[in-house]
């Protein structure tokens, strides 16, 4: 990163031509402490503007005889910036798709990871857990697009949508779910597993005079469609079946039109709000009634 930073350096002191680089900052080239993980630095790092800047100053950058020739890092850069547009696709246009150059920059790059890490050895190269990832993350990417082109007849894949935040989310909350941050043994994460599985999947909003229960009581308890219930009570009724209808009134609990309505109950709070609410009413009045008028002396 040497000549990024050099070039930013003198794109810098530059006053009088316009900036080749106005969006790239020191934390960019080097990042300190939580910086490191910001994805938008990495998104500026490797852009056209760094780019852009290397080849205005490419002459300034090269007279350092500690750098040399910046063509090493404007190969590198060119490399990144097409991996990060094939693996954050998201319309049609710069797809994933057969034999399309989206897909043939991902096989490239894997197939550079292991050329590199040959050449150099563990010195230079990526940390081992950061060059594992990034290689699992790329080889999934291809086989899960192999798989929805051939089995599923998918014209092409949206690579952006290839999201392991959740994934990641579930993986943190079984790991702290033990009071400590360190890995969990294999009994205490299929507890913690099955524990998860008992949450429910009908969720109150967060802000709202919604309670969890009156959400859950909306979700209908037969597995059967309200149409298709139905449906089935019609034919029983056409050819007179009565004991059958009977019986499938009970099996699916009458029809769920009205769940929330029977399976929830009125909060004794409301009755005492409104008793309140009617005896203070109540109080006023007939204060007023049994008061005598009060007129003014003359």
Same mark, same amino acid.
């Given at each position: 990163m040497d000549a990024v930073e050099k070039a930013w350096k003198f794109d810098s002191k530059d006053t009088v031509r316009l900036k080749a680089t106005p969006h790239v900052t020191r934390p960019v080239f080097a990042p300190i402490g939580f910086e490191k993980i910001k994805v938008n630095f990495a998104f500026t790092l490797f852009s056209d503007e760094v780019l852009r800047d290397l080849y205005t100053y490419k002459d300034d950058v090269a007279a350092l005889? +500690?750098?040399g020739s910046t063509s090493p #890092?404007?190969?590198?850069?060119?490399? #990144?910036?097409?991996?990060? !547009?094939? #693996?954050? &696709?998201? $319309? @049609?246009?710069? !797809?994933?798709?057969?034999? @399309?150059? $989206?897909? +043939? *920059?991902?096989? *490239?790059?894997?197939? %550079?990871?292991?050329?590199?890490?040959?050449?150099?050895?563990?010195?230079?190269?990526?940390?081992?857990?950061?060059?594992?990832?990034?290689?699992?993350?790329?080889? @999934?990417?291809?086989?899960?697009?192999?798989?929805?082109?051939?089995?599923?007849?998918?014209? %092409?894949?949206?690579?952006?949508?290839? $999201?392991? *935040?959740p994934l990641e989310n579930v993986f943190g909350i079984l790991r702290q779910m033990s009071g &400590?941050? *360190?890995?969990?043994?294999?009994?205490?994460?299929?507890? @913690?597993a099955n524990c998860l599985a008992f949450c429910s999947l009908a969720k109150a909003p967060v802000n709202g005079n919604v309670t969890p229960s009156l959400v859950s009581s909306l979700v209908s308890k037969s597995g059967e469609r309200p149409e298709d219930i139905q449906s089935k009570l019609d034919q029983l009724m056409d050819i007179a079946c009565l004991n059958e209808v009977h019986d499938v009134l009970l099996s699916c609990d009458a029809l769920p039109d009205h769940d929330a309505t029977v399976s929830m109950k009125s909060d004794s709070r409301v009755t005492y709000y409104v008793t309140g609410y009617v005896a203070c009413k109540m109080l006023k009045n007939e204060m007023r009634r049994l008061l005598p008028s009060t007129t003014p002396c003359s």
């Open positions: 005889r +500690s750098l #890092m404007v190969a590198f850069v060119k490399r #990144m910036s097409r991996l990060i !547009a094939a #693996m954050t &696709s998201r $319309c @049609s246009r710069g !797809a994933m798709r057969p034999n @399309s150059q $989206c897909l +043939s *920059d991902v096989k *490239d790059f894997i197939a %550079y990871l292991n050329t590199w890490e040959a050449a150099v050895g563990k010195v230079g190269f990526l940390a081992p857990g950061t060059a594992e990832g990034l290689r699992v993350t790329l080889a @999934s990417t291809v086989s899960l697009f192999e798989y929805l082109t051939t089995k599923l007849g998918q014209k %092409y894949m949206l690579t952006s949508r290839l $999201c392991q *935040d &400590s941050n *360190d890995h969990p043994t294999p009994t205490q994460f299929l507890l @913690s």
